[in-house]
């Protein structure tokens, strides 16, 4: 009789930890959720300075980095940098948490958070620092999962679940208003008639 080993719940940081090495293997998955539509609303990226906050192994920052930005890739997760560095070593990583972003004000050109806010449980300790942390006019990039459940993963011989919240789309537009964000775009990814991702660009 074979028993079904039941999925651990783990925090972000010990869940990624933990997944960092098998990451890589979601990317053309995460792709699916964008559609090659994130970066191009994001302009010129020649010499900008670009915060990319929940960076993983650098799906984003990678790209960010070929079309001449300067990035440094931020996330809870050690391991998971460790992962990003050993591929591109020119991408500046720091290791932190997104509610309390250990940078001067007035630093950035972009903040970029894409698949970030599901692991956020309140959004405003994030949009305020991502505030702060913004140049004058400066550009918040981020994308909102419809995942109302957490997937299981698979590390090795583990099945993970890493903690992770829903945020409707109105609740995001409303939450980057009362903190003095104006909203550039609000557009939606679909699969048939079904919203899969929301990306939302918001100046300040």
């Not at 869940?15 to 990317?27: F, R």
């Not at 004000?105 to 405003?124: G, S």
């Not at 609000?186 to 918001?202: L, P």
Request: with cysteine; proline share 4%; charged share 25%.
């Amino acid at each position: 009789m074979c028993s079904m080993k039941k999925a651990k719940l783990l925090s972000p940081q010990k869940g990624y930890d933990q997944y960092a090495v098998y990451y890589d293997q979601k990317t053309a998955y995460l792709d699916s959720f964008e559609q090659n539509k994130l970066l191009p609303f994001l302009g010129n990226l020649n010499n900008k300075k670009i915060l990319e906050v929940g960076a993983g192994t650098g799906r984003l920052s990678s790209r960010l980095a070929e079309y001449g930005a300067l990035v440094t890739a931020f996330d809870i997760s050690p391991e998971i940098l460790k992962v990003l560095h050993k591929k591109n070593k020119n991408i500046a990583t720091v290791i932190g948490d997104a509610e309390s972003l250990p940078f001067p004000n007035n630093t950035f050109d972009i903040v970029t958070a894409a698949f970030l806010i599901v692991h956020l449980k309140e959004l405003k300790y994030f949009f305020n620092e991502a505030y702060r942390v913004l140049k004058p006019s400066g550009l918040l990039a981020l994308t909102n999962i419809n995942q109302k459940r957490p997937p299981e993963l698979k590390a090795g011989r583990e099945k993970i679940i890493i903690e992770s919240y829903y945020h409707r789309p109105e609740k995001i537009i409303k939450e980057l208003k009362s903190l003095s964000f104006s909203i550039i775009k609000n557009t939606f990814i679909k699969d048939k008639d079904v919203w899969i991702n929301q990306i939302v660009i918001a100046a300040k």
